[in-house]
């Protein structure tokens, strides 16, 4: 679920959930993204019927709080109150979100299961994605950037980027390697 995608009404039902309900749910969720193939359906069961909730709607708010995890992990603290604002969650469960205070532990917690996968990269491909039809479909296909990574184990990723996040991707990088450079000096 995109965070783009929750409705209004989603929002503000699990804005009025009590926050220890919350609380467990978010726990879940950061070990979803943790570790995503551990079961955890008699956890969700448990929360269920601990807090008089339908598993249906425990499940919906358990997908929203991954929503809300993925749009923290991809934006800057500004943008995540912004858009999380902007989706009809309140100013109270904004602030009550341990996320945001949080930032380098829920990001240390969340990538510290998949940091030994990316040390073995075996190859790093791109290329760039333009359509050269015509004006009228350039405005509904933008120029995007395709990176394929290879890793040892085998697996393969594909990621899309489009001008704006690879130029801040590029920039970035650009800005490690000078502040490496300047360590070894």
């Not at 959930?17 to 726990?27: A, D, M, R």
């Not at 602030?95 to 930032?103: C, D, K, Q, S, V």
């Not at 990001?107 to 990269?121: A, P, Q, V, Y």
């Not at 359509?131 to 395709?146: G, R």
């Amino acid at each position: 679920m995109n965070l783009n995608e929750i409705p209004k009404t989603v929002a503000l039902a699990t804005s009025q959930c009590p926050p220890e309900c919350l609380n467990n749910i978010l726990k879940v969720a950061l070990s979803i993204n943790q570790s995503p193939t551990q079961d955890r359906l008699k956890v969700i069961e448990k929360i269920s019927n601990d807090f008089d909730l339908p598993k249906e709607k425990t499940i919906e708010i358990l997908g929203v709080y991954l929503a809300i995890i993925r749009t923290f992990v991809a934006s800057t603290d500004k943008e995540f109150n912004a858009k999380l604002k902007e989706l009809g969650f309140s100013n109270e469960f904004i602030e009550e979100l341990p996320l945001i205070n949080n930032r380098t532990k829920v990001m240390d917690t969340i990538l510290s299961s998949r940091r030994g996968e990316f040390n073995k990269l075996v190859s790093l491909k791109w290329r760039i994605d333009i359509s050269l039809t015509n004006s009228a479909l350039v405005k509904k296909l933008p120029t995007s950037v395709i990176l394929c990574l290879q890793l040892k184990n085998g697996r393969k990723y594909t990621i899309n980027l489009n001008i704006k996040t690879f130029h801040k991707l590029r920039f970035n990088v650009a800005l490690i390697m000078k502040e490496i450079n300047q360590l070894n000096k």
